[in-house]
């Protein structure tokens, strides 16, 4: 019986031992997802990931809803590169509308507001990048003067699209695009831009594509603090 009570013992004393380690511990405090931080009344969430089945797509984890803000902040675009925001305009997904297309004339630079959509309703978007051919320092031909031998300058960018097509489709339109017209016809019907890389810093997600352009995407989700969910 001694021996027993000496195990007894011990056993009391590891198990003592156990709970005051247990009660040293720090207390931890889950406030937020996964790659997700709070600041100034909203959850920024880079819970963003690839599509497996299509390596060129990316798409958020949790749908995007109404009052949400979409933070997508390309970087080092070329000339001939066009990252795409769309959304899908049927049930089924087979058509998709353009929210926007960033080139690498209009990015924003230092004023990340532009960077920033407003989502007006839930639905599923999704983000991808295109190549289209360079029409940098090109013209549009002749000049509405007859008998003259200048130029019309259109913009170094196609900066007019078909708002509704395929998915993962992206259609030039207007005057610049009339004059690449044989051009865009074959570069129309190739593939989006393959993903090479993605990871998260902190609660932005980090995609690049293959060539080397980048985009930083982040959602904000409006918390209950927040006056505009009120």
Known sequence: MKTIAVVLSG???????ATLAQTDLPGVKVTAPLYSSQHGGYLISGDFKVDP???SVVFPAQALAQGDILSIEPTSLQDDEYLVLQECASADCHEAS????????????????????QITHENKYFIWLKRLPDASGQSCGQSRLKFSGDTTACGSHFTSFEQIS??????????????????????????????TQQTHEGSTYVVTYAGGSIARIRRMHATSGNPQTQ
Not at 102 to 108: D, F, Q, S
Not at 183 to 190: G, R, T, V, W
């Open 11 to 17: 056993c009391c004393a590891l198990a003592s031992s």
């Open 53 to 55: 089945r299509m390596s």
């Open 98 to 117: 353009i929210v926007r297309v960033w080139t690498a004339g209009n990015t924003g630079g230092a004023d990340t507001r532009y960077n920033r959509v």
């Open 166 to 195: 395929p998915p993962l489709v992206l259609i030039p339109k207007g005057e610049l695009a009339a004059f690449h017209r044989d051009e865009l016809d074959k570069a129309i019907l190739s593939d989006p831009v393959q993903v």
